[in-house]
């Protein structure tokens, strides 16, 4: 069933249960927001995405309010910009001012938005919180003075992971997320996954190894598979002078939705490890020599040859791994069977 509304003079047919927000994003109406997140159950925290509601009494979250038929709504009449403005400078009030070295500098949505509406951070002054920086696990930097209370930290490791290891603690403004009794993360309390650092809006949750080592605008994202399972999850690489820096979500990801476990997230590391074998090795006596990639293969190819031939096809196999995609698996199993003429092929994750 379909729901006829109106947003902004337009007319538009959209699908039932959707919300206001929703149904504005499918037709390329600009809401600003900051605690939106589609993998999320809607929260309305940041109060940014209020709309004009025909019949209302008072402005609507529109990322909570579901379309009715017959609706009209305004999304950017200049009391509701005025609200917004207002909302983002009490958000300013209480924000470090410190962009300059934030590391989510050029990143951060409370940045554009503050200069979007030309918001003036020192229009409300009054107390401040003065928490100290969370710094004690080799993954997550927290900085909870400032964290804008948007709740998608906690939404998304409460009802996405489901995992419980945050939630907002303490009350009104003082209200910060965090561990229970403000305990150390540690592997009994928290996956690692960096879920809460893929949704955080600003700078209070980040990728520790990344700190210092470069900013958004100064990294090349290169689209990849992660190769820890046969999942087949895709993020980023953050390439900066050739390195990776960092691994952050693709939310157009069929397979996992910008979704990743603490793997994907953090165990790009080896990529640029002095340990790592980069050229292929061939033994000689007691010792190895490094070969070029068509030396190698001819190798490899002329010793399968042999086997075969004095031995017959049964005594070579393939032995393939779950941290190849299905596609590589698959390939590997069909170049067995078409290439080599055996069915011996196998997998370590069959044990």
């Known amino acids: 069933m379909s729901q006829k509304i109106t947003i902004n003079n337009k007319v538009l047919i959209v699908e039932d249960g959707l919300t206001i927000l929703q149904a504005a994003r499918a037709n390329n109406i600009y809401i600003p927001t900051l605690c939106e997140d589609p993998r999320l159950e809607p929260y309305g925290g940041c109060r940014l995405c209020i709309v004009w509601v025909e019949g209302m009494p008072r402005p609507a979250t529109s990322c909570t309010t579901p379309v009715t038929d017959g609706m009209v709504v305004k999304t950017h009449t200049e009391y509701i910009e005025k609200l917004r403005k207002t909302i983002i400078e009490f958000m300013l009030s209480d924000h470090p001012n410190d962009c300059m070295m934030c590391q989510k500098t050029g990143d951060c949505r409370l940045q554009d938005l503050a200069y979007k509406y030309d918001a003036n951070y020192t229009k409300f002054v009054g107390v401040r919180r003065n928490y100290p920086i969370v710094d004690d696990n080799p993954f997550i930097h927290f900085e909870p003075n400032k964290c804008v209370l948007c709740g998608k930290c906690t939404n ?196």
């Not at 157009?252 to 990529?271: Q, S, T």
């Open 156 to 351: 998304i490791c409460q009802n996405l992971v489901k995992t419980g290891t945050i939630e907002m603690t303490k009350r009104g403004f003082y209200s910060k997320p965090d561990t229970a009794f403000s305990k150390p993360r540690t592997p009994e309390n928290c996956q690692f996954c960096g879920q809460c650092i893929s949704v955080c809006p600003v700078g209070a949750l980040s990728e520790r190894p990344s700190l210092g080592k470069g900013r958004r605008h100064e990294m090349k994202l290169v689209r990849t598979t992660c190769t820890y399972c046969g999942t087949g999850c895709n993020f980023y690489l953050n390439v900066k002078d050739e390195k990776v820096v960092k691994v952050t979500s693709d939310y157009d990801a069929v397979v996992n939705k910008g979704n990743l476990c603490i793997k994907g997230r953090f165990g790009y590391e080896f990529i640029h490890h002095p340990d790592r074998i980069k050229t292929p090795l061939i033994r000689e006596g007691d010792g190895y020599r490094e070969a070029s990639w068509d030396e190698a293969l001819t190798l490899v190819s002329t010793k399968f040859t042999e086997l075969i031939e004095k031995y017959g096809n049964d005594s070579v196999g393939a032995f393939s791994s779950s941290r190849c995609s299905n596609e590589e698996n698959f390939l590997i199993g069909k170049f067995a069977r078409t290439v080599m003429g055996t069915n011996n092929v196998d997998n370590c994750a069959r044990v």
